[in-house]
């Protein structure tokens, strides 16, 4: 696949978050994903493989939104076997407070899938906004 294959992957993965639906953001992941976030807070780290990443990232972040999650691509930059994908999240905690961060995630695609996928973010933001994955999956 090619730069431009790459991209049209995200940009259909990304068509589909923007309304809501996830299922393709967790399809386009590899078996082999390895996602970091980027800082010094508790959510900053590494997950290796699509397991962790669901068990261990994913569900304890959700398990924080009262409403269904978006996230809308703003650029979609590609090179070789990276998309670089800013965006914009909208969604309400169960806490009833927004959460509306901004990222921009450098993905690795190899063979259709995301292999590496590397979060920047407002970590202030998250860190105000949200309980850390480890406490909610201790609770």
Sequence with gaps: MN???NK??????FDELA??????????????ILWRIIGSTDWSGTWEGK????????????????TRYRNM???????DDYVVIECRGDVTT?????????????CRIDGGK??????????????????????EVAA
């Design 51 to 66: 397991a962790a990443v669901r068990e261990r990232l994913l569900e304890p972040l959700f398990a924080q939104f009262a």
């Design 73 to 79: 691509a703003v650029r979609l930059i590609a090179e």
């Design 114 to 135: 995301v292999r590496e996928l590397t979060e920047y973010c407002d970590t202030e933001l998250l860190t105000k906004a949200l309980s850390p994955p480890w406490a």
């Design 8 to 13: 049209a992957i995200i940009q259909r993965v």
């Design 19 to 32: 309304a809501g639906n996830g299922r393709p953001f967790i399809d386009a992941l590899g078996e082999d």
């Design 94 to 106: 169960t806490d009833g407070r927004p959460y509306r961060n901004t990222y921009c995630y450098v």
């Design 3 to 5: 730069a431009a294959d």
